[in-house]
């Protein structure tokens, strides 16, 4: 009986490891992905885009002062570029589709977003012979390289056509699906509007100190014209990925903190099955204070040795996904043809403190009920 008793306790702490790294090895996984999803999608946005925008109200008639003053005065820009953007209506001789047509400088445009780098047909300077479609809209109009188009827009409607002269790629489907690049030139003949453009694009050495040199740059402007940064474009969309991630961790805590019930209910038989071993170190003068530390430690070893196989088997898990690629997605869908993952240390110290943290609240009813049995009592029931 002595044997079965031991083995069901053993079988209790064993569960109660395996529970742990369970929800270790889920935690972090879901992290990671979350965490490679971000980035991912952070890479491609400020790829496509400026990291800084300064925009007139609507146009900037003296865009290449600017530029100088605002490169001589601020050294952390690594390139600066004029653009114009509208909205537009494209026609191909099948499918007709709304979308943005943009204006570049083909030779300043490189220092500023990663254009050059998304050409799947032509290069950056097709753009000064027709215009370059990005690949889905390309597709919805049944148009490839050589053909003609007709673009519509302007406050008062005009067409022309443009020769297709290039076809681009960014992975951000909403992007792909509705731009058209050709030169600064082109689309100010095309409008008629002179030399003006609607804003200039900036990008910066460090990304995230984009606000701070937005700052810089509105002062330096006298508020005179609207200057924005990635971040504030794209804020909203960021702060719903991290909800997310904020929720799957605690939802995943969760299965954590359940498997700490399997802990303290092995202590908790651990307290009765050693009633007898309890009354004797307490009779022998150990302290109530020390028997509790017994427990204490008892369950933060399990927690530990958890916590440890969780992170192992999820660390070796997050490494084969990320070099073999095992789990392939819908491109169409995510953008993404692979699972991305991202664990970084300050993830893994997280999970780490949140695992210890329920794992020692767990210990401590136990410890104390351990701690509070009467040596003279304990000996007499056994």
Known sequence: MGKKREGYLSF??????????????SLMLVIGVMNGFTEDLKKKIIGANPTITIEGKPFITDYKKIIRIVKSNIKEIEGISPYITSQVIYKSSHYIIGGLLKGIVPQTESSVTNLPLYFKNGNIYSVEEGIVLGSELAKELDV????????????????????????????????????????????????????????????TEDIYNSEQIAGKIRELLNYKYEVSTWIQKNKILFAALALEKK?????????????????????????????????????????????????????????????AFGLLIGGILAFSLKKYHFIKLPEMVYNLSTLPIQITFKDIIFMCIAVLFIVIISTFYPAHRAGKLNPAEALRYE
């Not at 209790?12 to 090895?25: E, N, P, T």
């Not at 099955?273 to 109530?288: D, N, P, Q, Y």
């Open 247 to 307: 929720a799957m961790g605690i939802i995943l805590l969760l299965i954590i903190l359940v498997a700490s019930f399997n802990i303290a209910s092995t202590l908790m038989i651990t307290v009765f099955r050693k009633t007898k071993e309890i009354g004797i170190l307490k009779a022998m003068g150990v302290s109530s204070k020390e028997i509790k530390k017994i427990f204490i430690y008892e369950g933060l070893i399990l927690g530990i040795e958890g916590l």
């Open 144 to 203: 490839k390289v050589g053909d003609k188009i007709w673009v519509i827009g302007g406050l008062i409607p005009r067409e022309k056509v443009f020769k297709v002269t290039g076809i681009i790629e960014c992975g951000v489907y909403s992007y792909d699906v509705s731009i058209g690049v050709t030169s600064l030139d082109n689309i100010q003949e095309f409008f008629n509007i002179g030399d003006i453009v609607h804003g200039i694009g900036i990008r």
């Open 12 to 25: 209790l702490k064993y569960a109660s490891i395996a529970g742990i790294a369970i929800g270790v090895i």
